[in-house]
């Protein structure tokens, strides 16, 4: 086992891995940048290292500085939690030539299924099912004949990064080159990497994840499924476990291709594989991220797995010591992204408490919500027996929360709880803000 892990991240994710450490008995270096010096994790980590300025780029971002800070304080491995470096295939190539683990999937995996393009690829010649599109285009008239093959709306897609970005709907031929170069252009911005494709857009369709942990010597066991539907601007917003709709038969056979996904794949760690999963039962594959999920807690709610300890286990060479038959998922899981927005200081916080509640979080009474990251500040998680008493329970958890000092999302999250089409199961992808604005909420 490892002694010392450098942990590449900040924030929640951040306190989440120096926790499964301590429990496990290894030290942690925590990095961070000037803005972060009086945070949650840099105050719990054993070592604390500057490695930059307020920015990203000078910062969370900053391969060389990160691996001098591993090297200086002699961790032999580095976490990426999620975000940042968490899936850049260069800087785990150079954590290997400088003889340091990284906690995740070697860097030609993350070069192969960061590649939307190549991924699909593979998944169509073992035989799991993808969305209807192209590979890589190079101009918008080629795009135009294609896109009137498939048929309209299509997405327009980047090959490289997530989050959103790079990813257009066009409606009609009119938009499509504008569309194009826009999505190519913020795509290169972005990622260093313009490469765009078309896709069919499925419309009334679910966005369901299976979790996956895959060790060294080919063993992989599938965790279940993640309903990640309820999205604002391609950015998760709530997330559960089961998804509402899902059958044993459904779940069975996207288990089955999550788990071919990630043998073909060659994946040793924790890795996510996404699908689209339409109202009559068929499913398609989008891609398969390869780190650390945000709503990965609620997938440990229901197996009982540890899939932070698990990483890092996998990563020590140390074999999975259960198989898929010993996996008994349980009961109903969701979590709620709190997300800030507004920056100063949190002048009054209370965290909800109670049976299988918690609030994945770095916030600390009379902390500073800055600028310059991420806006979401922390996960509320709650558990029950079913998915009628989770969603009580999350309404509770939501009504107890205060965070002063600054704006939330709270009101928005218990909006979308207390309504009934959500109560009811019925939703998709695209319904999120048809369901926010029934409660008279303001879109931000």
């Known amino acids: 086992m490892f002694s010392k892990i450098l942990i590449a991240n900040r924030g929640e994710v951040a306190v989440r891995i120096i926790r499964a450490c301590k429990e496990m008995g290894i030290e942690t270096v925590a990095v961070y940048s000037e803005a972060d010096q009086n945070s949650l994790p840099v105050a719990l980590a054993d070592e604390r290292i500057c490695i930059g300025s307020n920015a990203a780029a000078d910062s969370y971002l900053n391969q060389k500085n990160i691996i001098s800070a591993a090297l200086a304080s002699n961790a032999e491995a580095i976490h990426p939690g999620y975000g940042f470096l968490s899936e850049n295939p260069e800087f785990a190539a150079l954590c290997e030539e400088k003889g340091i683990i990284f906690i995740g999937p070697d860097s030609n995996v993350l070069r192969a299924m960061g590649d939307k393009d190549n991924s699909r690829q593979l998944m169509k010649e ?57 999505a190519s252009e913020e795509a290169k911005s972005a990622f260093g990497n313009g490469d765009v494709f078309l896709e069919k857009y499925l419309t009334s369709v679910r966005h369901v994840e299976m979790q996956v942990l895959a060790d060294a010597f080919g063993n992989i066991v599938c965790l279940g499924e993640r309903d990640c539907s309820l999205q604002l601007n391609k950015q998760k917003v709530l997330e559960e476990t089961p998804c509402p709709v899902m059958t044993e038969d459904i779940r069975k056979r996207m288990m089955d291709a999550a788990v071919k996904a990630a043998k073909a794949a060659n994946y040793v760690n924790a890795g996510t594989v996404e699908f689209l999963l339409a109202p009559d039962g068929n499913f398609y594959f989008i891609e398969m991220n390869t780190r650390l999920q945000v709503e990965h807690p609620i997938t440990e709610e229901i197996s009982d797995v540890d899939i932070v300890k698990w990483q890092i286990r996998i990563a020590c060479q140390i074999p999975l010591d259960f198989t898929q038959e010993d996996i008994h998922l349980h009961g109903h899981s969701m979590e709620c992204r709190i997300n800030a927005r507004s920056t100063g200081q949190v002048d009054f916080l209370h965290i909800p408490g109670g049976s299988r509640v918690h609030f994945d979080t770095a916030l600390v009474q009379d902390c500073l919500i800055v600028p310059f990251y991420d806006s979401m500040i922390g996960k509320l998680i709650v558990y029950a027996k079913t998915r009628e008493d989770a969603i009580r329970k999350m309404e509770a958890a939501l009504c107890e929360m205060v965070i002063h000092g600054i704006h939330t999302n709270i009101e928005d999250q218990l909006r979308l709880v207390r309504n009934p089409r959500f109560q009811k199961g019925d939703y998709d992808t695209l319904i999120l803000p048809e369901l926010l604005a029934e409660g008279g909420t303001e879109l931000e």
């Open 126 to 182: 073992i035989g799991v099912p993808v969305v209807p599109g192209t590979e890589i285009l190079h101009d918008p008239a080629e795009a135009k004949r294609l896109a009137a093959e498939i048929g309209y709306p299509i997405l327009v897609k980047a090959t490289a990064g997530g989050g959103g970005k790079g990813i257009r709907v066009v409606e009609r031929e009119e938009d499509l080159e504008h569309a194009f170069l826009a």
